[in-house]
């Protein structure tokens, strides 16, 4: 399966945008890059997923680089809300071998300051 | 709308005692459904996933198993538990076939075991 790579941990000031990094040098054709997050004792959260274009919605927006070797996950204003772990994962497309399998990384530590 | 129905929240057992958590979905059919465990500050780990009726996929040789006895129903065993077994046992479900849709989890069951 195709991995990904991510820092253990970052830190933010509220208010102040944060950019997330992701490297995915083995992905493949037919995986999506999804991000989740977590806040504790709570189970995950989805944020936002993308093919090859970026992607924006309410919560994120997510840039995917060209080669889609690597992605990073924007929060354009950090509230403390957002303070959590922030997974980035690969899913398989329809057809993969091992497609329906959502395996998780260790995830960024997210701390945002006030 | 769909949602994902997890329980119990907390659960304490004793080594040796069998385990049986139970987590269903509404509002959609023939799920992609899994199970998740996750140990005291750590990233989960994919225990189980099924993309149907009696199909199971195992991630990791374990003390547990998975069942699936309905389209919309996963079930998570053991027959004898372990100390290691503690953990955040989270239950999801995606569409199946597509690696482009998100994926909902449920609040997870926090098991001790003793």
């Known amino acids: 399966d195709a991995k990904t790579t991510q820092p253990n941990s970052m830190e933010s000031n509220e208010e102040e945008p944060v950019h997330l990094p992701c490297n995915h040098s083995?992905?493949?054709?037919?995986?999506?890059i999804h991000w989740y997050r977590q806040l504790p004792s709570q189970g995950p959260e989805y944020v936002i997923h993308?093919?090859?274009s970026n992607v924006n919605n309410r919560m994120a927006s997510l840039a995917i680089a060209e080669d889609r070797k690597s992605s990073t996950l924007i929060l354009h204003r950090a509230t403390l809300r957002d303070a959590a772990v922030y997974y980035c994962i690969l899913r398989v497309g329809a057809g993969g071998t091992s497609y329906g399998k959502l395996t998780f990384g260790q995830g960024t530590i997210l701390t945002v300051h006030p | 709308s769909q949602t994902i129905h997890q329980w119990p929240a907390t659960l304490v057992q004793p080594v040796g005692s069998p385990l049986s958590l139970e987590c269903t979905v509404e509002g959609t059919s023939n799920p992609n459904l899994y199970w998740y465990r996750q140990a005291a500050g750590r990233g989960l780990q994919l225990l189980f996933y099924?993309?149907?009726?009696?199909?199971i996929s195992s991630e990791v040789p374990q003390n547990l198993s998975a069942s699936r006895p309905q389209d919309r129903q996963f079930i998570l065993s053991s027959k004898k538990l372990l100390l290691s077994d503690s953990g955040f046992y989270l239950c999801a479900w995606s569409v199946n076939g597509r690696g482009g849709t998100e994926a909902f989890f449920g609040q997870g069951t926090r098991l001790t075991v003793v």
């Open positions: 083995t992905i493949s054709g037919t995986d999506y």
């Open positions: 099924s993309v149907g009726i009696g199909q």
């Open positions: 993308g093919l090859t």
